[in-house]
C-alpha cells in the first residue's frame, strides 16, 4: 500500500537553532534578572507542560522556590525570542516541503506551548508550506501520547498504514508514531539521539532534502 501522508516534527528536524539550547536559555534567564536554570532542569519541566498556551506555567514550576520574585511571564517571553531568532532551516527544507506536497499531504506536529510552537512556525513563513500544522499546546496531549498522533492523522485524512512521520526523538518521535500504526524515518544527526530499533527507516539530517523522496518511494 502506497503512501498518502508525510509529517514532519519541527525542532532538530527541519530547523536548527544556531546556538545550543543551554545557551540559549541562560541569554533568557540574564535578560530577565532570573536564577540560574540548567536545560535538564527545563526539559524536565517542560514535559510537564505539552498541552499549555505558553511557556509561563513552566518556567513558572522552576521559579517555585525563587525569593527574587522573577516574573515567569517575562522570562518565558525572554526565552521564546531567544529559541526563535536563533531558527535556522535545515538546508533546502523548502524545497523539500513543496517537492512533497505535488506527492502527499504533508503535515507538521512539533511538541510545546501554543505561543512558543507558533511563533517559530510564524518567523520562519512556513504555514503555507504544509497542509496542516499541529502544535501540541492546541491538543488534548503531546508526543509521544498516540492521541497527539491521532489528531495528526485526521488533520491529514490519511491512515496510518499510509503515513510516515520523520522525527529525530525516540522518546516522542519513533515511540509516539509506532504506537500509533504510522511508519517511521528518524533523523540522525551528530550530538543527536542514538538509532531507535522501532524506527522502520534512517535519514542522515544533512540528506533529508536529498534522500528522503527516494525513501519515501521504497515504503
Known sequence: MSIRGVAFDLDYTLAVPDRDRETLLAEAVEQADAPPI???????????HLTTDSRTPIFAELLADDTTETDPDRLA????????NALVPI???EPLLCELRSDYRVGLLTNGPVRAQRSKIEYLDWEPLFDTTLVTGELDAGKPDPAAFDALL?????????TVFIGDTPDEDISGADAA??????VLFDSGPQRDT?????IERDQLAADLPGLLAAF
Do not use: F, K, W
Request: net charge negative; charged share 20%; no cysteine.
Open 38 to 48: 540548567s536545560r535538564g532542569e527545563y526539559v524536565q519541566a517542560h514535559r510537564n
Open 77 to 84: 517571553a525572554a526565552y521564546r525570542n531567544a529559541v526563535t
Open 91 to 93: 538546508p533546502d527544507a
Open 154 to 162: 485526521d488533520a491529514l485524512g490519511t491512515p496510518p498504514e499510509q
Open 181 to 186: 500504526g504510522i511508519h517511521t524515518v528518524q
Open 198 to 202: 522501532r524506527a522502520d527507516a534512517y
